[in-house]
């Protein structure tokens, strides 16, 4: 129910990075992948990363996405996270 109420909020953006995430199967720690990789295949090949951070640091804070920084850092989604983007990509 929480889940829910959290989507219905999201920006059209912060949704197309949970199904980003959830189509590359980041969804563990193992299985990350660099915010780059996540920004290009949700906003396309010419989106700058560096542009649209604060959409991978939103969804972090509300236990959805978990990142590891550093050279070999990275994002996937959380438990939570994963169960908002299957909504996402089935609506």
């Known amino acids: 129910m929480v889940s829910e109420q959290i989507a219905s909020v999201r920006s059209d953006r912060e949704q197309d990075i949970l199904q980003a995430l959830f189509e590359l199967r980041a969804f563990d720690r193992r299985s990350r992948k660099t915010t780059a990789d996540v920004i290009k295949k949700a906003l396309g090949p ?7 951070k604060e959409l991978i640091a939103s969804p972090k804070h509300e236990n959805v996405i978990e990142t590891l920084s550093g050279r070999n850092g990275g994002c996937w989604l959380t438990k939570v996270g994963r169960t908002e983007a299957e909504k996402i990509v089935s609506s």
């Open 46 to 52: 010419e989106a700058n990363p560096d542009s649209y």
